[in-house]
């Protein structure tokens, strides 16, 4: 085989997703009233790109054969906090964003160290630091309310040169700074190599302990800036249980579309971000057809249904059983 | 392209009541109908919300409604806010006159309200109304609410007890105004009282669990207001066999079911709020803006309020619907009443 | 041993795991420029020792010497880093990553704190190229390529890594002769360049060919250390097993009369590029072999006739009656009564977690249960019948089947199809990484079926069993049937011959790796 | 990984408490000491009455979480549960609507609503090998979709018949609650099935390695599906009981049972991961969970304090007895 077949089989998953955002977008903005326009595009892309930065932050932990229940509420525990923290001189904002993004990464660590140095299963173990992770940010903002930068905010949730999101731009930044060098990385590498076969990894020297804790914290690294994200579209910070749950639950979805296993070892965060943009469209379908408002969250799921079975055809072609079983 | 602030008062004072006594007064510039309007609503998925967007259907196809609308587009987009507010950016961007909402979050609009403004869209909210001058809220005034309850239960439990306080959701300032209110009233009493706060969440089942525990380890009460969930929390005071006290609480039809026939066994209540039907009114503001009359920046949405011993049914309450049924779905002074059957029944006609 | 310092040296290593003592003071020396073989039954503790030489395993006592120095590695990457390289019998590759990716794993080329992937593509084509596998592409996924080219994989690995000390545990237990012999150049020419070798295998005559000393371990404990060439097998095998030893394979009986009914038949069988219009027939009474080089369709046939393949073309006929076996559970059922062993008895025979007792009633449960329900006096009855019959060595029926040696875990294996009374059994390489002892058990056993009455096809991927077992040898190549040898036409040379279709225009170079 | 089996102080011990699983062992000392602790704030959480209380608001989590337990064993999890309990509870008491004949049937009605959305599951984890995970996430969001649609339509009935209060509240047995008998049963029901059936069995070895059950002739995908219809059936039926004790049905019913399920399957010592794990286990699961809400719900511990000493608590108890064998 060429080259290049390889790596289109590595990026099948990714492609996959992408496909599926490209035409959900193209049936949305084609019967937008307002069109394929800049306005559209930047609504999309900032309610897209919070989803992206969850989903990314789930694909960290997924590859490692993990799951993180609690991504939802760190973005919810770090919007809390920015809603405290992001405001005043450009200098007081600074220091206010970092400080959100190393609770992030200190929430992250402290679901890594639970998972592998307390060797618990990823699921209760995550439920559990969400649980407590959300009574914190409730603790921050019994309700809501709090401020931010309102320059800052407008400037990354708006445009750039007047077309492109400004959030996009932010999406792009985060995956060079920190997705790539992280999968590029011998840490990064850990995390997939744990995640494929953990025993395997062990045996050939791999520093599997570090991999996937680097994974977890980073995970809550990147769902603190989804929540910082979130600050800056609301200008508020808001501890709503169910909005963190949809989240965590969402991101989920959005790594499945995205071509990531939920198996381990397999799978991109490019994958999961356009899994999170094409998973977020079927939502925004709804603007264009004429749907009876009861029947809106019907026509959800069923979407929704439909495009969790696709990856099933491949099933069809399937021709020796025994692959059912991985 | 934002409002003319003006003197008051309203197009139709009483139903366009403002808010206090320093309320603005908005007079958009009048547009030619027949207007595009939307609904954004936020969560969907129970009784309440099921209830609201029927009542806005119903009301927007009421005849001497539906012939000012073009168009009446209602899309529920969840829990999650950004999603509601990319909702209200489309309605904007899509060209829509006004846009009613039911806010996930009252703080969280800002940038929507400034492009609403710049556009010269109308913003109306509603039910969960939003942190600002610069939009039209409908308001339920929820402090107001706590300090009925809070009213009720001094006038009835004369001298002072044991109270139970079933809360809503955490972190939401409804169930914050409503808890100030409450405890500002019983404070201000002069008499003596230990109030047991537990968490219901607005929902039946939780408040009952929490409403049984809160009886096995630290009741009886003398008196008990519950924010929602109220039929669940009569229920468990029924299967612990905890004697009926005076109660003030919301307008679940099951709630005012079991508030006249116990009664007289000392279930005295105070059920009050207001219903779904209040999109109606936010329709109504909207309609009224768009056409270019006076309304107030903040209205003030009277509360449906049925007392003992006034609880009537057919008319308060309706013993053969749903115990979900919320009741107290009537403005007479905004010329909105609807029947239970014709909410309810919406859609089935239509199909 | 010629007076060299030993480059490594274990003293009194111990290990138990709960009550099981895996090694009992072991003591082994190796030196610089040879070949060290270590033979044991299965359990005598081989792989635990190796387990410790590289890091994996933390004995509870004794000491380590490399170069005269004391070590102690508290991960597998510390002993790489010493020089320590060991090829696990249960492979170490990660499936999900590239060939090259695993190459590299445990240490990979850098460029600017990023792993360097050009770099780490040289390294991996180079390292390929040395263990005699350039027909492996570097970007292609370990989850893709069989076993035999993934313990090449794993060969290039160790290689990759630079060893001043190389362990193979079992490495060429999936191969196939060719493959082994370019494994052996590579091995000889580390020797010369003054590798310190150690080499674990159950087959004989590969320590023959390869090993300068020989170590035979029984019970955790080093019994005896030789030169190679100075005792005969008879000899070494009495010191591994600790008894007498004569006769590996049992007496062939009579050739069933080729007029007799086949039980199992198929005609022009076709299954996706694997299987090539295959004919052919096993009779009630019969042990046939299926031969040829690895991945040359006979793990697919065996699959096909299981119900285990899709879109399969032609026919099979059971008893001369055509029939459509859609599932494994069809072909189990009473009027097929089909049972395989498979191949990977870890990831497909057994469950490991769970007891002997449930795994060995697993395929049987639908006879031992009435409405549903586990009659356990049944089950009890037949398990002590199996337990007796295959003679399984195990402390107990309830702890976990994964607690058994290999080839007691290969027993329990075959002992759940017995419990169905199978007419038809299909084994898939059930030998492999067994030691001679239990070898030999299976042999008779599977001799003692075939007289009973059942119709037996037994693909192995060693030659001398195939020659010692069957009563006819198909040789498949390249998804068809190359040639039948019968009686005694089943010779070395005839199966290496057609194996490598060597009277065809052909070549076999790389074939292996054709999946 | 390989397991380690107990050895040593284990073998000791009389037969019954050896064969109890230490973790299942720990998880009934922590809730002894839960309403020790709990009785050092109000002598009432040793009461009698308290506890009935509590076994009888568990029993609802339990039979949902017997159906969870099912599927964790097969290595799968059923993320549709709070739709799956709400659908049964709704579609029970819109049975009930259509006279005594609808009355007569509302709970097997309901108790199918759920067998459907399980046998959807079914269909896409078994046939079309869609992780579990998220196919049950989108039959959840549909189940929403139809009930929401159910609810805005036909002027839905959603009071619980005589017979659904009976089961949820009533008393068979003097001072026992129906629900705690009817959670009984179905627990001794799982037990036996889990333990002395076939069906059982193969749900074991599925979850330990389902490649090696089909091969072993087991027709894995029908054991899988059937294992969701029962999940999706207990849910409802869940539902159903829970729609008895409040006497009415409600939308948002399920959403408080899906993580406290999956919590108390995982904290009674069931592997996440399938194939191991003991029914008594999740009974365990089940009582620490309800009384640990329970007792901070009425220290009116302020919501945020609850949910962190929740997390806190399990993890804690998890660090205790749930912790995976160290690998080397
Ligand atoms: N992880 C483990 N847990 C428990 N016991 C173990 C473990 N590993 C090895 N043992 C025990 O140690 C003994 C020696 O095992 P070892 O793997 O070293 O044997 P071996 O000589 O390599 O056998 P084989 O020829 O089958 O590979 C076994 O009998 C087994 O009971
Ligand atoms: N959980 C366990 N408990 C006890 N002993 C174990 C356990 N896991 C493995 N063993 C022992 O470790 C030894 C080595 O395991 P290994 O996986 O190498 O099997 P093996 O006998 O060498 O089979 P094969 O050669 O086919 O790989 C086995 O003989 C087995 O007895
Ligand atoms: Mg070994
Ligand atoms: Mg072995």
């Known amino acids: 085989m060429k080259d290049w077949r390889y790596w289109l089989a590595e990026q099948r998953g990714t492609l996959l997703a992408l496909g599926i955002f490209i035409v959900m977008f193209a049936i949305y903005s084609a019967n937008h009233p307002a069109g394929f326009s800049a306005n559209v595009v930047q609504t999309a892309a900032n309610k897209g790109v919070l989803l992206a930065f969850v989903a990314m932050a789930q694909t960290l932990v997924v590859i490692t054969a993990g799951i993180d229940l609690s991504v939802g509420m760190i973005f919810l525990l770090t919007n809390c906090l920015a809603s405290w923290l992001v405001v005043g001189t450009p200098m007081q904002t600074a220091v206010g964003v970092v400080a959100v993004l190393v609770v992030g990464l200190l929430c992250g660590a402290i679901n890594g160290a639970i998972v592998i140095y307390g060797r618990l299963q990823p699921i209760v173990a995550t439920i559990a630091t969400g649980a407590v992770y959300y009574g914190i940010g409730l603790l921050l903002r019994p309700f809501p309310g709090g401020s931010v930068n309102e320059d800052l905010a407008d400037a990354l949730t708006g445009r750039v040169f007047g077309v492109v999101p400004a959030s996009l731009v932010v999406l792009l930044a985060v995956v060079l700074v920190v997705w790539v060098p992280f999968s590029r990385s011998v840490l990064g590498r850990a995390a997939y190599a744990a995640g494929s076969s953990e025993t395997a990894a062990y045996m050939s020297g791999v520093p599997i302990r570090r991999g996937k804790f680097a994974a977890y914290a980073l995970a809550g690294l990147l769902a603190a800036i989804g929540g910082l994200f979130l600050t800056f579209f609301t200008y508020t910070g808001e501890a709503a249980y169910a909005s963190g749950n949809a989240y965590t639950l969402f991101s989920i979805a959005a790594v499945v579309l995205g071509g990531v296993s939920l198996f381990g070892g397999k799978g991109s965060a490019i994958g999961a971000i356009f899994g999170a943009l094409a998973f977020r469209t079927i939502g925004d379908l709804l603007f264009v057809f004429d749907f009876d408002p009861l029947w809106q969250p019907l026509f959800q799921g069923v979407i929704l249904l439909v495009a969790v079975s696709l990856g099933a055809f491949a099933l069809f072609r399937v021709r020796n059983r025994l692959e059912w079983f991985l | 392209a934002g409002p003319e602030v003006v003197k008051g008062p309203a197009a139709e004072p009483d139903c366009f009541a403002p808010w206090a006594a320093d309320t603005q007064f908005f007079k958009f510039p009048k547009k030619d109908g027949p207007y595009r309007i939307a609904l954004a609503n936020g969560y969907i998925a129970n009784t309440w919300r099921i209830q609201m967007v029927q009542t806005a259907k119903a009301y927007a196809a009421q005849a001497d409604v539906a012939k000012k609308l073009k168009e009446f587009k209602v899309v529920s987009t969840g829990e999650d806010v950004p999603a509601q507010i990319s909702a209200i950016n489309n309605f904007i961007d899509s060209g829509f006159d006004a846009i009613v909402v039911n806010a996930q979050n009252p703080t969280a609009f800002g940038p929507v309200i400034k492009r609403a403004k710049e556009a010269g869209v109308v913003l109306v909210a509603f039910d969960n109304i939003l942190d600002t001058k610069d939009a039209i809220n409908v308001n339920v005034d929820q402090k107001g609410l706590g300090a009925l309850w809070g009213k009720w239960l001094v006038s009835h439990v004369p001298n002072g007890g044991k109270v139970l306080e079933v809360r809503g959701v955490a972190g939401t300032s409804v169930d914050t105004d409503r808890h100030a209110g409450i405890h500002e009233v019983l404070d201000g009493s002069g008499k003596k009282w230990a109030v047991t706060e537990v968490v219901g969440k607005w929902d039946d089942g939780v408040a009952q669990k929490a409403t049984a525990d809160a009886i096995a380890t630290n009741g009886p009460f003398d008196g008990i207001t519950g924010q929602g969930g109220d039929t669940g929390i009569v229920q468990a005071m029924m299967d612990a066999k905890h004697p009926f006290v005076p109660f003030g609480g919301e307008t679940e039809n099951g709630f005012r079911k079991f508030c006249s026939a116990h009664a007289a066994d000392g279930l005295k209540c105070s059920s009050a709020g207001t219903g779904p039907a209040q999109v109606a009114v936010a329709i109504k503001t909207a309609i009224a803006a768009l056409e270019g009359n006076v309304v107030p920046q903040s209205v003030k949405l009277p509360l449906a309020i049925v007392e003992d011993p006034n609880f009537k049914a057919g008319q308060d309450f309706f013993p053969d619907q749903s115990d979900n049924f919320f009741v107290g779905n009537s403005f007479p002074t905004c010329g909105i009443n609807f029947t239970a059957q014709e909410i309810m029944g919406q859609t089935k006609e239509n199909k | 041993m010629d007076g060299a310092v030993p480059l490594l040296r274990v003293e009194g290593i111990s290990k138990r795991y709960g009550g099981v003592r895996a090694l009992e003071k072991a003591d082994l020396s190796v030196s610089a420029g040879s070949i060290h073989a270590i033979l044991g039954e299965n359990g005598a503790g081989k792989s635990t020792l190796i387990k410790v030489m590289a890091g994996v395993v933390a004995p509870d006592e004794g000491r380590m010497m490399l170069d005269g120095r004391e070590v102690t590695f508290a991960s597998p990457g510390a002993a790489n880093r010493a020089g320590i390289v060991c090829i696990f019998q249960e492979l170490s590759l990660i499936p999900e990553l590239s060939v090259a990716d695993n190459i590299v794993i445990s240490d990979p080329p850098k460029r600017f704190g990023m792993i360097d992937r050009k770099a780490q593509r040289r390294i991996a084509e180079d390292a390929l190229a040395r263990a005699g596998a350039a027909d492996i592409h570097p970007l292609a996924l370990v989850k893709d390529l069989p076993l035999s080219r993934r313990q090449m994989v794993e060969i290039a690995k160790a290689l990759a890594r630079k060893p001043r000390i190389l362990i193979l545990d079992e490495a060429t237990s999936a191969l196939t002769a060719a493959d082994v012999s370019r494994i052996f150049e590579v091995l000889k020419r580390l020797r010369s360049e003054g590798l310190a070798l150690l080499y674990i295998s159950h087959r004989m005559n590969e320590i023959a060919e390869l090993a300068d000393q020989c170590t035979v371990f029984r019970n955790g404990r080093n019994v005896a250390s030789y030169k190679a060439g100075s005792k005969s097998d008879n000899e070494v095998v009495e010191l591994m097993i600790g008894r007498e030893y004569s006769h590996i394979f049992p007496p062939k009986p009579a050739a069933v009369p080729a007029t007799a009914a086949p039980r199992l038949e198929a005609r022009k069988l076709s299954w996706a590029d694997r299987l090539d219009n295959i004919s052919l027939t096993v009779r009630a009474g019969e042990v046939v072999g299926l031969g040829g080089l690895d991945g040359q369709g006979q793990r697919e046939l065996l699959l096909a006739f299981f119900g285990v393949l899709r879109g399969l073309s032609g026919q099979i006929l059971i008893d001369g009656k055509p029939v459509a076996i859609a599932s494994p559970s069809a072909a189990r059922d009473d009027g097929i009564g089909m049972a395989l062993i498979p191949e990977d008895r870890k990831t497909e025979g057994l469950m490991l977690p769970m007891t002997v007792r449930e795994n060995l009633s697993f395929a049987a449960l639908d006879r031992l249960s009435r409405g549903g329900i586990i009659d356990r006096t049944a089950e009890q009855r037949l398990i002590d019948d199996m337990v007796g019959l295959l003679a399984i060595k195990t402390a107990g029926l309830d702890i976990p089947v994964g607690a058994l040696s290999g080839g007691n875990q290969q027993k329990v294996v075959i002992a759940k199809w017995l419990m169905r009374q199978p007419r038809i059994i299909l084994l898939n390489d059930p030998t492999r990484g067994i030691d001679v002892g239990t070898k030999q058990e299976l042999y008779q056993l599977m001799r003692k079926l075939a007289d009973s009455g059942a119709a037996i096809l037994f693909y192995s991927t060693d030659y001398d069993e195939l020659i010692g077992c069957c009563d006819r040898v198909l040789v498949l190549y390249d998804g068809a049937v190359k040639r039948e040898l019968v009686g005694a036409e089943i010779t070395e040379r005839a199966l290496i011959s057609s194996a490598l279709n060597i009277d065809g225009k052909e070549s076999p170079v790389g074939l292996g790796a054709s999946a | ?328």
């Open chain 4, 1 to 328: 990984m390989s397991e380690t089996t107990l050895g040593g102080i284990a073998g000791r011990m009389p037969k019954f408490i050896r064969r109890a699983d230490p973790a299942v062992l720990t998880a009934f000392a922590c809730i002894v000491m839960l309403l020790l602790l709990g009785s050092l704030y109000s002598r009432s959480f040793l009461s009698p009455e308290y506890l009935l209380q509590q076994l009888k608001v568990a029993s609802f989590l339990g039979v949902i979480a017997t159906g969870m337990m099912l599927v964790v064993l097969l290595g799968q999890i059923d993320l549709s549960v709070p739709w799956s309990v709400a659908a049964g509870a709704m579609m029970a008491c819109a049975a009930a609507a259509y006279g005594p004949v609808g009355v007569a049937l509302a709970i097997p009605f309901g108790i199918l609503c759920g067998v459907l959305i399980g046998v959807v599951n079914g269909i896409g984890v078994a046939y079309l090998r869609i992780p579990s995970m998220i196919i049950t996430l989108a039959t959840n969001a549909v189940a929403q979709g139809l009930m929401v649609v159910y609810t805005g339509g036909f002027s839905p009935q959603d009071s619980a018949t005589g017979a659904m209060r009976y089961l949820a509240t009533g008393f068979a047995i003097p001072a026992v609650p129906n629900a705690v008998i009817i959670w009984a049963l179905i627990g001794a029901a799982m037990v036996f099935v889990l333990t002395r059936t076939a069906f059982g069995r193969t749900v074991y070895g599925i979850g330990n390695r389902e490649r090696a059950a089909y091969l072993s002739g087991i027709d894995t995908r029908r054991v899988v599906m059937i294992a969701f219809a029962v999940s999706g059936g207990l849910s409802a039926f869940g539902g159903v009981l829970l729609a008895g004790y409040a006497s009415k049905a409600a939308q948002s019913m399920g959403d408080a049972y899906l993580l406290p399920s999956i919590a108390a399957v995982v904290l009674g010592g069931t592997s996440i991961l399938g194939g191991r794990g003991s029914y008594l286990g999740t009974v365990a699961g089940v009582i620490l969970i309800t009384l640990l809400q329970s007792i901070l719900s009425v220290m009116q511990m302020p919501e945020a304090g609850r949910q962190i000493i929740y997390g806190v608590v399990i993890v804690a108890m998890l660090l205790l007895y749930g912790r995976a064998p160290a690998s080397r």
